[in-house]
């Protein structure tokens, strides 16, 4: 049988994936070769991609109050209690919370729905959990979010700082390509990061900094950069504003905050002076902070001052959670964005994307941001609540109170391929099809936008999320509008959107795509012109401010509000295992995943293991002022005194233990709105 070209479900590094259907419901999973985000390589979730392909548990047929029921009842019933919220409470009394496992098309569906017909920007994803930070970060810099590096840069640095990234363990496939730069031109690796992760284990230079001080130490980084002569005067001249601005508060920075030795302070200074061809990698260590967009400015503007930016093997590098992060930002999926990099607050934007879909109606401001949203659910200002492929009643901080404001809504309709914590509680199921049986687009880290190809049946009744979403949407009086007969239709019309983007100076064009043959489309990186005009990503047109110059931001650390005393002496990281992803509704099914970490844990240093008298391996409560769980003891040298890690993959199922996102309290950050998960403050005690 021929092998299917597809993309893995999983991680942001957006792998390309050979499927040999067996005919039995099955396949053979191979790394595809051609693809330029792996070359062939798989890390083991992707390679165990065969095994999860199987029925048990799917959802596969609508259900409504827990009975199987019609999809014409199920929708009609949508429909028409989406339509009283509307009438009774107005537009902004409904929303939409989206996922970055969706597909471009099935986003651009639901944005076009809410913002377009329904009139309100209430929705959100679960993207905000993972990268929202980089997105303020970037408009902030950039004047739009664009991710300057490509994978490529990887290859040709000669100095590569992870900040805030178990790389090793939630972009596999990158690490791999790290590790062959490494012995193939001996690329300097810095880690800097509170837990000695698996990462660490190819650094020449750990940097075991104190949580949260992260922009203190590029905050030195600027200062040591323009002391020692390696900002670029002729880039900050022609290219930036903001400079001196950002010097000054650099210099009145205490770097005192970041705790670490003198010695491996000087020694990371000197390197990141010394060489041009920096990459800075960050991720979830950055931006799930409630400082997360400060620290991101505060990286970016070390790349700015020295030009070290959109050049060969140089540049501060985004890296993605979640498989189509990206394509949810480029199509306007999270609250405060319009489609295709257009600004909701701009009218001309508004006007732009309003006059293209011909519909009735456009927000004027930003609608309700993840925890927000949750938030008004529970104070019942939202009344009617679709929630698609993402289980926030386990994955929200602060989950308990999450899950008991989705129980306390007037209508939940959930989307997805298999029960879960928020399905438990939603007044209508819809069954979503999965990955190999839907199809789209998704876009990776690096901005290369691939194909999702079905190579199974369609099981039962699941129906893909674009038409139950454009379903609805005919119910409710835009049939017209939402007429599609197929993904392609749909991304031809997002491909011809992005050309108004283009017309009005942003950044996000890929309209050489309309008119491409979309089941043969191969992996492309937008823009779709030329990367590197005059040797710059962003080309002579310089940045898309309104004066085209990038903003380098006067940057003040602050660590975490809450802080660590008597009564909760321990801070609490959160964060992934090698082979488990998300709530593990797929990756629980293969059984060799399973064997690496079979149960959450709790990694504690074995000073305070003694001060506590644990055990290694005995059971543990943990208690924030959120919530508990119970997890197993790890003691190990990993993590510092004082501090604690455990995994966020496990969920109500094994609640109370493990469901480690009830100990998360809700802070967030101010600009990005994304929620601090690195950062909270409990007690352990013996069981
Ligand atoms: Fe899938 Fe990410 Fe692993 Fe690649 S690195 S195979 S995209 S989980």
Redesign the pocket.
């Known amino acids: 049988m021929t092998a299917v070209r597809t ?9 390309g ?1 050979l499927v040999t259907p067996d005919g039995k419901g099955g396949a053979r999973i191979e ?1 595809d070769p051609d693809h330029p ?2 070359f062939g ?7 165990a ?1 065969g095994e999860t392909l199987r029925l048990a548990g799917r959802i596969l047929t609508p259900r409504i109050g827990g009975q199987v029921a019609t999809w014409d009842a199920a929708l009609d019933l949508v429909a028409d209690r989406f339509l009283a919220a509307i009438r009774d409470h107005g537009p902004d009394s409904v929303a939409l919370y989206l996922s970055g496992q969706m597909l471009t098309e099935d986003y651009y569906v639901a944005n076009k729905l809410i913002k377009g017909y329904i009139g309100t920007a209430n929705v959100d994803t679960n993207s905000r959990l993972c990268m929202a930070s980089s997105v303020a970060g970037h408009s902030r810099a950039f004047g739009t979010d664009t991710v300057p590096g490509t994978y490529e840069d990887l290859d040709q640095a000669d100095l590569v700082v992870l900040v805030g990234s178990n790389l090793a363990w939630c ?4 690490f791999q390509r790290l590790m062959a730069a490494k012995a193939a031109r001996g690329t300097r690796i810095v880690v800097v990061d509170p837990r000695r992760t698996t990462t660490c284990d190819i650094a020449d230079l750990h940097l075991a900094l104190a949580p949260g001080s992260d922009a203190a130490l590029f905050n030195a980084a600027l200062v040591a950069l323009a002391d020692r002569g390696a900002v670029d005067d002729a880039y900050i001249a022609q290219h930036l504003s903001g400079f001196e601005d950002a010097l000054a508060a650099a210099r009145a920075s205490d770097g005192s905050m970041t705790g670490l030795a003198p010695d491996d302070l000087a020694d990371f200074l000197d390197w990141y002076v010394t060489t041009e061809r920096v990459v800075t990698i960050y991720s979830q260590g950055i931006n799930q902070s409630e400082s997360g967009t400060d620290k991101v400015n505060a990286i970016l503007n070390c790349h700015l001052a020295t030009g070290r930016i959109g050049r060969p093997g140089m540049g501060p590098f985004s890296v993605t959670g979640q ?1 189509n992060a990206m394509g949810g930002r480029e199509v306007g999926g999270l609250a405060n964005m319009l489609a295709c990099h257009l600004d909701i607050e701009n009218p001309d934007h508004r006007a732009a994307v309003q006059g293209f879909w011909d519909s009735p109606t456009m927000p004027e401001k930003p609608g309700l941001k993840a925890v927000e949203m949750f938030q008004a659910v529970a104070q019942g200002r939202i009344r009617a609540l679709w929630i698609i492929h993402t289980n926030p009643a386990a994955s929200m901080p602060d989950a308990d109170a999450v899950a008991r404001a989705i129980e306390g809504c007037d209508f939940v309709v959930v989307s997805d391929v298999t029960q879960t914590d928020t399905t438990a509680l939603a007044d209508v199921i819809m069954p979503a099809t999965a990955w190999g049986e839907k199809s789209g687009t998704v876009t ?1 880290s690096d901005r290369t936008i691939s194909r999702q190809r079905p190579f199974l049946p369609t099981p039962g009744h699941a129906r893909d999320d674009w038409r139950m979403i454009a379903d609805v949407a005919g119910r409710m009086g835009w049939g017209d509008a939402f007429g599609w007969d197929s993904p392609a239709q749909i991304f031809a019309e997002y491909a011809q959107l992005s050309r108004l983007a283009g017309d009005l100076g942003r950044d996000f064009d890929i309209s050489g795509l309309a008119g491409a043959d979309y089941d043969a489309l191969p992996p492309t990186r937008w823009p779709v012109s030329a990367r590197r005009q005059g040797g710059r990503f962003f080309g002579a047109g310089g940045f898309f401010t309104p004066d085209a110059r990038a903003r380098m931001l006067p940057i003040a650390p602050r660590l975490p509000v809450a802080v660590t005393g008597r009564r909760y002496p321990f801070r609490l990281n959160t964060g992934r295992v090698r082979d488990q ?1 998300h709530t593990m509704t797929r990756t629980a099914l293969a059984p060799r995943l399973n064997q690496h970490t079979a149960e959450p844990f709790l990694e504690i240093h074995p000073r305070d293991a003694a001060d506590l008298g644990l055990a290694p391996a005995c059971l543990a409560r943990v208690i924030s002022p959120r919530g508990q769980a119970i997890l197993r003891i790890a003691i190990t040298d990993r993590v510092q005194c004082g501090q604690v890690f455990a995994p966020m993959h496990w969920t109500g199922e094994t609640a109370p233990t493990g469901r480690v996102d009830a100990l998360v309290a809700a802070v967030t950050d101010p600009v990005s709105g994304q929620p601090e998960s690195k950062a909270s403050v409990v007690d352990i005690a013996p069981l």
């Open positions: 993309t893995c479900p999983y991680c942001g590094v957006g792998c994936v790394g985000a792996n390589r798989l890390c083991s979730k992707g390679t991609l972009h596999p496939v990158l498989p990776n992803w």
